[in-house]
């Protein structure tokens, strides 16, 4: 299995800024996902990174909110722009390590409160 | 709305005894993946079940996948203290690749 970080471990933030997490993957992976788990409830798919391209999003989720970049095979960020205390999340990354519907590794996550 | 739903929401067991959670889904599937989660922090994968299989086994789990009831349950046995945690079923679909859809989750507590 990939070995995932994640950076911040947490933060907590005021309105109205932006915050950039980082997600690196210790080998090469052919797929990366941002996730977002609310308070006490379970995971929703944000966008898939695409190396090279721009993130695929889920319906719910726009780019202006939550940009993606993905520049390599191992290393992806997602903001969280313009927050509220809605966005108050844990935000995980999530890799594929195979290009078919195999197993998906999860990063420890980013715990973000917004005040 | 989510692809998979959690029954129970909570389960509350001894030291020793078995727990048992479910998971239903409502389109067809590739594989069914459970994994764990302690606290709110990151996700550990415990066991991936592929649509063609019907059981598996990892050291204290088994789990079972029937197809035609889109069905799928989770057994820990002899259950411990650490194994205290939320459960999370998720399936990625024949339409959808890699994309996961998780169940609501099952928070498990282990009394010793």
């Known amino acids: 299995s990939a070995v995932i970080s994640q950076k911040p471990s947490r933060d907590i933030c005021q309105r109205g800024t932006s915050l950039t997490i980082q997600c690196q993957v210790d080998?090469?992976?052919?797929?990366m996902f941002w996730y977002r788990q609310q308070p006490g409830q379970s995971l929703t798919l944000i966008a898939t990174a695409n190396q090279g391209s721009e993130a695929t999003y889920e319906s719910g989720f726009v780019i202006d909110k939550f940009p993606i970049s993905r520049p390599n095979l191992t290393f992806s960020t997602l903001t969280v722009s313009n927050m509220s205390p809605e966005d108050s999340s844990i935000y995980l990354c999530?890799?594929?390590?195979?290009?078919?519907?195999?197993?998906?590794?999860f990063g420890p996550g980013t715990r973000l409160t917004v005040l | 709305s989510q692809q998979g739903e959690e029954d129970p929401q909570a389960l509350s067991i001894q030291e020793g005894e078995n727990a048992t959670m479910n998971c239903s889904y409502k389109t067809s599937i590739n594989n069914l993946q459970w994994y764990r989660q302690n606290s709110g922090r990151g996700l550990v994968h415990l066991i991936l079940?592929?649509?063609?299989?019907r059981e598996k086994h990892s050291g204290r789990l088994r789990v079972t996948l029937d197809t035609s009831k889109k069905s799928s349950s989770l057994l820990i046995t002899a259950s411990r203290a650490a194994d205290t945690a939320s459960y999370f079923c998720?399936?990625?679909?024949?339409?959808?690749?890699?994309?996961?859809?998780f169940g609501g989750g099952t928070r498990v507590l282990v009394k010793p």
């Open positions: 998720a399936t990625d679909a024949k339409a959808a690749g890699n994309k996961l859809t």
């Open positions: 079940i592929r649509s063609n299989e």
């Open positions: 999530s890799v594929a390590t195979s290009g078919g519907p195999d197993e998906q590794f």
């Open positions: 080998s090469q992976v052919t797929m």
